[in-house]
Structures are given as structure tokens and as C-alpha cells.
């Protein structure tokens, strides 16, 4: 890809950042800055019910702490209503998108769930719908786009050569929820495509979901970015971390240590350093490579976290 690198920092400010999303925001900003880029910040905050102004600053906060800039901060989601609304009229324009009333449950009951994450695969009854049939509902429905029976394959940066078919792995899927709330997958398109985004780095729980996301580009007709997903920091059970793990969130953290300790850390477990030695964001700049990285999930043992 040629032209300005252009990569984001996208938090979800439900809670307190923790030390698996450090590890993900610190990729991503060492991808950016080693070639000179744009480093974006944006707050997801589509769940409104969970995500505050006061969890946005906090985050803010600790991404300054641990020497990770960014060089603007895009409009968060949930004042972006407008341009979902508008991406939802032209997808109706060049594809089926068809009103549905199932429940998780109805699902659960007439189809098992697909290998990609776990939710049910959608049947044909709500876009085969009549009318007439449709006109007997009551209560608002969800917007689903139909899924065609499309192979879609990536580059992941990573990972290599990821492909699903799109009707097999994930079939028909939420636009906009009843409620009116839209989905992650059309937000984010959304969003990456108006502000240019051309690199975006996150965790491989997300690789099985950038085919959905690929054939929106398509249909909206932005340009598709570099993805690099990148493996899970995990406990010794094998979970990876979460906001669950109320030690190792920065809050916690930055009572304990120094953002040098946490940066080396971070970097000599997935494969940046060779050893362990505290340094800041930038000194870490001429040491990245997306080749030295590894392809497992990282597990953080007892000694590595002893340094902290």
C-alpha cells in the first residue's frame, strides 16, 4: 500500500484499559510511527448503557502515560448516528438488506452456531418473508444484510492468507439492532472508511469477522486497509486478558510501575526484545518488525509479571 499510513487506536470505554489492550494499542501506534503515519484515536461507545465520558478520559489518560500520541481524535460513535443512517440507505440501494424479528433464542433453537463466533447462523424465513407477513409485526425489527454465498480472502499481516464464505461461516447479519442501536460491523466501516484509515491493528479474536467487514467496504466503496491481527496476552488458564482482570488494568498498574517496565515487557514477550529492559513508546520505534512477531497467544507467567 502506498501513500500516508494512516492507522487508530479504537477503545471500547466500558472500563478501565488493561494490559492486553496496552499490548494491541502499542502494535499499532509502533506500526504507524515507524513509517512516519497518522495515528487516529476514536471511541466506540456504541454500548451505551456501559460506556461513559469518564471511561474515555481515563483511557486518554493512560495512553498518555504509556507514551502512545495520537495526532487527532475522530468523532465517537454515538454522534455518528447520521452517517450510520446514511451507509445503512445506500447498502439498501446495492444489496438485500430485509427487516428480521428473530431472537438469539428462536435461533438457538433452529440452527447451531457457526465456527466463527459462536452465534447462530441466520435462516432464510425472515428474508423470504412476505409482506403481508412481515406487516403482522408489532414491534420494530433488527436490519440484516444477506450474506451471499461469497468466498472472501485477506492478507492478514500476521496471520497470512484468512478466507471464509460469508453464507457457510457467518450467514446473514446485523445491521441495526431493534433498539436502533447499530452494530459494530457496519460502525466500524463506516467510520475506518470516512476518516481514511489504511492500517487497522487489533486482537486475532477479531480475524474471523474482516471478511463481513471487507465485503461492506466493497459495497460502500471504500478502499480496503492493511489488517494486522494480532495475538492474545492470555492467564495461565489459557483466557485472554480482559477488563475481568482487575490486577493488571492501568489503574492498578500504574500504582505499582513505570510505563518503561510495562513497554519492555510487553516487548520482549511478544518478541520485539531478545531480553527484558524497561524503555519508553519511541526508543521501542527502531526495534519493531512486524516479522519478529509472534504467532501465538502470549502467555504472561508469573516472572515476566514479577518485573513489573
Not at 56 to 78: F, H
Not at 214 to 223: A, E, N, S, V
Amino acid at each position: 500500500m502506498t501513500g500516508k499510513v494512516i492507522g487508530r487506536f479504537a477503545p471500547t470505554p466500558s472500563g478501565r484499559m488493561h494490559l492486553g489492550n496496552a499490548f494491541a494499542y502499542l502494535l499499532a501506534w509502533l506500526s504507524v510511527r515507524s513509517r512516519g503515519g497518522e495515528v487516529l484515536l476514536r471511541m466506540e461507545d456504541l454500548d451505551t448503557l456501559r460506556c461513559t465520558e469518564e471511561n474515555g478520559e481515563r483511557i486518554r489518560e493512560d495512553l498518555r502515560w504509556l507514551g502512545l500520541d495520537w495526532d487527532r481524535e475522530t468523532p465517537p460513535q454515538r454522534s455518528r448516528t447520521a452517517a450510520y443512517e446514511r451507509a445503512l440507505e445506500t447498502l439498501r440501494s446495492r444489496a438485500n438488506v430485509f427487516p428480521c424479528w428473530c431472537t438469539r433464542g428462536s435461533l438457538n433453537l433452529v440452527n447451531a452456531p457457526h465456527a466463527s463466533d459462536g452465534h447462530p447462523i441466520h435462516p432464510a424465513s425472515c428474508r423470504e418473508a412476505s409482506e403481508e407477513e412481515r406487516a403482522r409485526h408489532k414491534t420494530p425489527p433488527a436490519w440484516r444484510l444477506e450474506a451471499p454465498d461469497l468466498r472472501i480472502s485477506f492478507a492478514d499481516g500476521v496471520y497470512g492468507l484468512y478466507t471464509e464464505n460469508l453464507k457457510e461461516a457467518c450467514g446473514d447479519f446485523v445491521l441495526r439492532r431493534a433498539d436502533g442501536v447499530f452494530v459494530y460491523q457496519l460502525a466500524v466501516v463506516a467510520d475506518d472508511g470516512e476518516f481514511g484509515v489504511t492500517e487497522v491493528v487489533r486482537g486475532c479474536d477479531l480475524l474471523s469477522s474482516t471478511p463481513r467487514q471487507i465485503y461492506l467496504q466493497r459495497l460502500l466503496g471504500y478502499p480496503q486497509p492493511e489488517y494486522f491481527h494480532v495475538p492474545m496476552l492470555t492467564d495461565r488458564e489459557g483466557r485472554k486478558l480482559s477488563k475481568r482482570d482487575a490486577d493488571l488494568d492501568l489503574g492498578v498498574l500504574r500504582q505499582r510501575t513505570d510505563p518503561e517496565k510495562i513497554i519492555g515487557l510487553l516487548a520482549h514477550a511478544c518478541g520485539l526484545l531478545d531480553r527484558f529492559e524497561p524503555l519508553t513508546a519511541a526508543e521501542l520505534i527502531p526495534h519493531f518488525s512486524w516479522e519478529k512477531l509472534r504467532k501465538t497467544d502470549i502467555l504472561l507467567d508469573e516472572e515476566q509479571l514479577n518485573w513489573l
